[in-house]
């Protein structure tokens, strides 16, 4: 029997034309499939695996059915990680990262991917971030990049910015360092003068998940309150901003940001001085101003309650307000808001119930943020929340104290860092104080090599002489923008470049892009579902706004999120994770190699390089070869799914594709029958409903649906090859399914075909007029299941009935037995109730 070597077949193969062929220039039909492109951070893992690998099936499935397909790579090479490494490492950022692309690209040729490589960009290169500069520039010449003073989430151990998205539980996202609130004059893409079309295009996105629109959505944050302006007893005007004006009448305080402009008076107090350094202490993000302890300092100030007379209202400076919402400034409703109610209770103030649940009690342990009706309101008892505020609006407008307001939850995109690893900023500093672009002419503007990554602060505005420049038109002395672009600009943009990576007068073909885009599929983690896909749909529609030529408003029409790889963890005795080839198995006990000590096994959770419960792919590849890879991590579970990693689920998928390599050379070894046309055209059918099953799994992303389709398949062909049925018949029927598996393991697919001498490999099979659908019924005896046997779709039950009496097993109960009645369900039971004969 003939051995399938992986190790010799998938080198034959995986720098061959035929293996690596997807584009194809003279078809008038047109497909852009993209995965996320990597951080090079030294080794690709399980989780890069997967994301490629059903990339992979798509682009070559579409490749296969005539489509001239874009199918990229690129890396997302800047950030803090190079710059940490190279403090490690002794190493320059920019080394450090383009030995990890060589690395990750050597391994992912390894999987045989249809990667056109020769489009490969990295965002680190100067001809990229060159036409990123110029992309910031034309935003900023648009109204759409502004620079402003404002309170920015500061990481102290990184000593950078972090975008909101960034602060996981009050904690840098990579550091873990407690994120502080600091003042920094920063860069920022005005995406909120988008809120409302991100918002609203959402609806015409069909081919997303519905849960990452809704993440979207929620981020977004369209709602509808309304402004009121408060009378003080200064008798100047406060004006505060609410989402819920319906609880005017459980106002007890007001609270203001610490910036307020009413902090004027107090900026000479010593309390007052303390308390904003105390609010300097908490983030930005609602999450840690939820979570922080509430603090506030009480002022000499009160405003008079607009619609109960003779009511005042203290007024608090608190930590839990900021500038950038509404007017810096709220009324406090303790009764129906949790910070509200936690501030109430520090101090004192009073809570009143003004929404009221009829089936609980109307206690005030806590804040009641659910729906009922209005009580303790006056003119708004008895009615529901939403008529409840259309009518406070209402006579709020009438009384002339304040209107209608749309706010967004959404705020502008910061986009400075203070770190060298980065896009330089293309702006500089006059003598006169104003801010202005640098010439185009003057891109890129590079990073100095002779960088010291050790010293404090930023290592560009430390830089001896790097800063210092000259404006181009006028031969003035300027200083250059230290601050580079957060890493997530560069990834809002390069699916465009990747339809003319080699365009050097602008940052793309306009007509390139015009054939190419919108991204046809695109695949990535559900991680990425708001920071990297908002960011794309603004650029997208920034860009579009200021370049006529571009008329696409969104980038992605179908979006598909894959599930995580996952692998149990390991810890030694001292709490340490282990590496899975750190541990040996010993019956049902697991040691740590090194001093045989006993390990815990903890749950299986995502791999990752913290918990060290990660696979070198590599090493699985040179084990069992990059199709046995492929197959098991497509066939384990649904790609949307988590897929819960096992060695000896690889193991068992390089079996079957060897069993399937053994079976080509069983049909090659057929001696030919005598043509029998009713076998042969009954068989023809099989085949071509297969044919048809696997063909509609790919398209609906069920991938491990068409490879358990590849396992009737190969047990059909197993049996058949012992039949009557003619080689030539086997040989034809054998190659339909051999380029059915070039996307799923393109390496034997294509080893196969050339052993059946396949003259038409790249071109999916044709289905043939007719085919028989087939389904799989139960026959049950007395609602026991005592055989499955294969149907034509929507047989009647007559005709069951004769299949089951000529050949199936469960005929030896029927023929013994008084059949009483039967119980029949279309396409899956035929049950027999019967009586046995004694």
């Not at 810096?328 to 409703?333: E, H, R, S």
């Amino acid at each position: 029997m003939e051995r399938y070597s992986f190790k010799n077949i998938e080198k034959k193969w995986r720098n061959n034309n035929a293996l690596l062929s997807v584009v194809n220039p003279k078809s008038d039909k047109k497909y852009y499939c993209l995965e996320m492109f990597p951080y090079p951070s030294g080794k690709i893992h399980m989780g890069h695996v997967r994301n490629y690998t059903i990339g992979d099936v798509i682009a070559r499935y579409k490749f296969l059915n005539g489509y001239n397909v874009l199918h990229p790579m690129g890396w997302d090479a800047f950030g803090l990680p190079a710059e940490n490494a190279s403090k490690l490492n002794k190493l320059h950022p920019r080394k450090w990262t383009n030995e990890n692309i060589d690395t990750m690209r050597s391994q992912l040729k390894l999987l045989g991917l249809s990667i056109d490589w020769g489009r490969e960009i990295s965002t680190c290169d100067k001809s990229y971030y060159k036409h990123q500069q110029e992309l910031f520039i034309d935003f900023y010449n648009q109204g759409l990049v502004s620079r402003k003073e404002t309170y920015v989430n500061w990481d102290p151990k990184e000593k950078t910015v972090l975008a909101n998205e960034q602060v996981i539980n009050g904690r840098g996202w990579r550091s873990n360092a407690i994120v502080e609130r600091k003042k920094l004059s920063q860069w920022f893409f005005n995406i909120t003068k988008f809120s409302n079309e991100l918002l609203k295009d959402l609806e015409t996105l069909n081919g997303w998940p519905e849960k990452v629109k809704l993440m979207q959505k929620n981020w977004i944050g369209k709602s509808i309150g309304c402004e009121i302006d408060f009378l003080m007893n200064n008798k100047k005007k406060l004006r505060v901003f609410t989402t819920r004006p319906d609880t005017i009448f459980g106002a007890t305080f007001i609270a203001l940001s610490a910036d307020h402009e009413l902090s004027k008076e107090f900026e000479n107090d010593k309390n007052f001085i303390n308390f904003k350094k105390e609010c300097n202490k908490s983030g930005t993000t609602e999450e840690a101003l939820s979570s922080a302890e509430k603090l506030g300092f009480k002022t000499n100030f009160f405003v008079h309650h607009p619609f109960i007379n003779g009511k005042k209202l203290p007024v608090y400076f608190a930590n839990f307000v900021l500038m950038d919402y509404g007017s810096g400034a709220i009324f406090g409703c303790p009764g129906h808001d949790h910070r509200d109610f936690e501030f109430a209770k520090k101090y004192n103030l009073e809570i009143i119930r003004v929404v009221s649940d009829e089936t609980k009690k109307d206690d005030l342990n806590e804040a009641y943020t659910g729906n009922g009706k209005m009580i303790n309101s006056s003119f708004l008892d008895g009615l529901e929340i939403e008529k409840a505020k259309a009518k406070i609006i209402q006579e709020i407008e009438k009384k002339s104290i304040g209107q209608k307001k749309i706010q967004y939850r959404l705020k502008d995109w910061g986009v400075s860092r203070q770190r060298y690893w980065g896009c330089p900023i293309p702006m500089i500093y006059l003598d006169d104080g104003s801010v202005v672009p640098v010439d185009k002419s003057e891109l890129p503007i590079e990073l100095p090599e002779d960088v010291d990554l050790n010293a404090n602060g930023n290592p560009l505005e430390n830089h001896p002489n790097w800063k210092n420049t000259i404006q181009k038109s006028t031969g003035k002395k300027a200083i250059r923008e230290t601050d580079t672009l957060d890493t997530f600009v560069d990834s809002s943009w390069y699916f465009l470049r990747f339809c003319s990576p080699k365009y050097d007068s602008s940052p793309f073909d306009e007509e390139k892009i015009k054939y190419w885009m919108p991204v046809d599929q695109y695949i990535g983690g559900i991680e990425h579902a708001i920071l990297h896909l908002l960011y794309s749909r603004f650029f997208t529609k920034g860009i579009a706004r200021f370049n006529k030529d571009i008329d696409i408003s969104e980038p992605f029409q179908n979006l598909f999120t894959q599930g995580m790889v996952c692998h149990e963890t390991y810890k030694d005795k001292n709490g340490n994770f282990l590496y899975p080839d750190e541990i040996e198995k010993i019956d049902k006990n697991i040691f740590k190699k090194s001093d045989k000590s006993k390990v815990l096994v903890g749950p299986s959770e995502s791999m990752s390089k913290s918990k060290k419960n990660t696979v070198d792919p590599e090493a699985m590849i040179d084990q069992y070869g990059a199709d046995a890879v492929r197959w098991f991590i497509l066939s384990d579970s649904p790609p949307e799914k988590d897929v819960q990693w096992s060695d000896t689920g690889v193991n068992s998928a390089n079996k079957f594709l060897q069993k399937f390599y053994n079976l080509i050379h069983l049909i090659l070894n057929k001696k030919n029958q005598k043509i029998n046309k009713e076998i042969d055209n009954k068989f023809n059918l099989e085949i071509n409903s297969f044919v048809n099953k696997i063909d509609n799994s790919i398209k609906e992303f069920r991938f491990n649906v068409s490879i358990a389709h590849f396992y009737e398949v190969y047990n059909l062909f197993k049996k058949s090859v012992q039949t009557d049925l003619s080689q030539s018949i086997l040989k034809k029927n054998v190659i339909k399914i051999l380029k059915l598996l070039i996307p799923f393991t393109p390496h034997l697919a294509y080893e196969c075909l050339e052993l059946v001498e396949c003259k038409t490999i790249n071109k999916w099979p044709e289905i043939g007029n007719e085919i028989e659908e087939q389904v799989k019924l139960a026959v049950q005896i007395n609602g026991k299941t005592r055989d499955i046997i294969n149907i034509k779709t929507n047989s009647s039950e007559k005709e069951i009935n004769e299949i089951i009496h000529n050949s199936s097993k469960a005929k030896k109960y029927i023929d013994k037995s008084k059949v009483i009645k039967t119980i029949f369900v279309k396409n899956r039971i035929l049950n027999y109730i019967i009586k046995n004969n004694k």
